[in-house]
C-alpha cells in the first residue's frame, strides 16, 4: 500500500536474486540473499493518471526507460532483503506522490530589523577604525 490513493499489488513488480557481498562467512559464496525489486512506473494501472505524472517527474533522476530499481543487501537472509527493497520502495513512492509544499508568502525585513542591522554594522566598523596604529604627537 502507498498511501491512501493507491495499493500496489506484488504482481506489478519483478525481482531479481543474485550474490551479496558483505558479511555472511560462507554462505555469501552459495546464498542469493540480493534483491533487486524493478518496478514499472511508466506502464502502472496503479497508479492513477493524475499522480503518475507527479511520480514520473519527482523520480526521473532513478528511472531507466521508466522503471524504478531498488536493491537491498544490508540484510544476510533474502527474507529480510525482500522486506527491505518493498519498504524503500513504499517510502520512494509516499513522497513522489506527496503534494508539493506551500508556497512561501515573501515578506519584507521590520523596520526595527533594519535599524538593529545598521547598528550593529556601526558598532562593527567603530571597532576597526579603532584599530589604526595612528600616533598621536
Known sequence: MVGSRFVIPAGEFTERFSRSSGPGGQGVNTTDSRVELLFDVESSPSIPAD??????????????DGVLMIAASEHRSQLMNREAARARLTALLREAVAPPPPKRR?????????ERRLASKKRRSDVKKGRGGRLND
Do not use: A, E, H, M
Open 51 to 64: 499522480l503518475r505524472d507527479r511520480v514520473l517527474d519527482r523520480l526521473r533522476p532513478r528511472l531507466v
Open 106 to 114: 515573501p515578506t519584507k525585513p521590520s523596520r526595527g530589523s533594519k
